[in-house]
């Protein structure tokens, strides 16, 4: 991998090295600049006309930065790596994996900040499955890890990829306690789900069952990138 000067530390900003890395990552797989300014706002990685922004919480404090990409002609690529294994180093060399449950499902913990601007066109969002090592452990927990592997990655270009992040079995229509039911997760993150699919324009409610607002998705026909599985 090639080396990169990076402008956040000449200039004495702070980032994590799990973020370091996945720039250098983004950067050498797409020969693109780091750190390159446009628009006001530096992009995490600049390729051509496309910019990569890797994030990996607080979706709600970039939207202001994607619109202004997207206002100047910029597509953008919001990059969310969720971690799946963990790789800590213990006392006298020894190491220890710790492997997290991991579902893409997760991504609407964030999705849900930029759902209006999934429609956009030059809107897309990366999820990654990672791999990643730090050298100190507390309750399980590393800090400032590094990245060791990108295991899997679900893209999603538009409204109709957020149903390939669904439950496969969940029924039409489906309220959010079937979200939480098919899915296996709590109420909250199930109505940050059923709130993305509707403002996305995925999904629209249709009346309501058992005091619980019923949706249904619109056909993936209406959309140029159909869902994938």
């Keep these: 991998m090639r080396r990169t000067s990076y402008v956040s530390d ?8 799990l973020h370091r890395d996945l720039k250098s990552y983004y950067a050498y797989c797409h020969g693109g600049v780091i750190e390159q300014e446009v628009c006001g706002y530096k992009a995490d990685v600049l390729v051509g006309r496309q910019a990569y922004e890797i994030q990996t919480k607080g979706f709600y404090r970039i939207r202001p930065k994607i619109q202004r990409l997207l206002d100047g002609g910029y597509s953008v690529c919001v990059v969310y ?4 294994v963990l790789e800590v180093r213990l006392p006298l060399g020894r190491t220890r994996k710790l492997r997290r449950r991991f ?11 930029i759902a209006a601007l999934l429609p956009h066109g030059r809107v897309s969002i990366e999820i ?30 538009g409204p109709s990829d957020l149903a390939s992040l669904l439950p ?5 229509p ?8 098919k899915a296996g997760i709590g109420k ?27 949706y249904e998705l619109f ?6 990138h159909p869902p994938r599985g």
């Design 10 to 17: 000449m200039m004495g900003l702070r980032e994590s090295s």
């Design 168 to 172: 496969p079995d969940l029924p039409s």
């Design 103 to 113: 579902s893409p499902i997760r991504a609407f913990e964030e999705l849900v900040y």
């Design 188 to 214: 909250n993150l199930a109505d940050k789900v059923a709130y993305t699919l509707r403002v996305s324009g995925l999904a629209r409610k249709i009346g309501s069952r058992n005091r619980f607002v019923l």
């Design 128 to 157: 990654l499955k990672l791999h990643e090592k730090g050298e100190r452990s507390r309750r399980n927990r590393a800090r400032n890890t590094r990245l060791v592997a990108v295991l899997g990655r679900w893209m999603i270009r």
């Design 81 to 84: 790596p969720i971690q799946a």
């Design 174 to 181: 489906f309220t959010t306690a079937d979200i939480a039911e």
């Design 219 to 224: 056909s993936p026909a209406l959309y140029s």
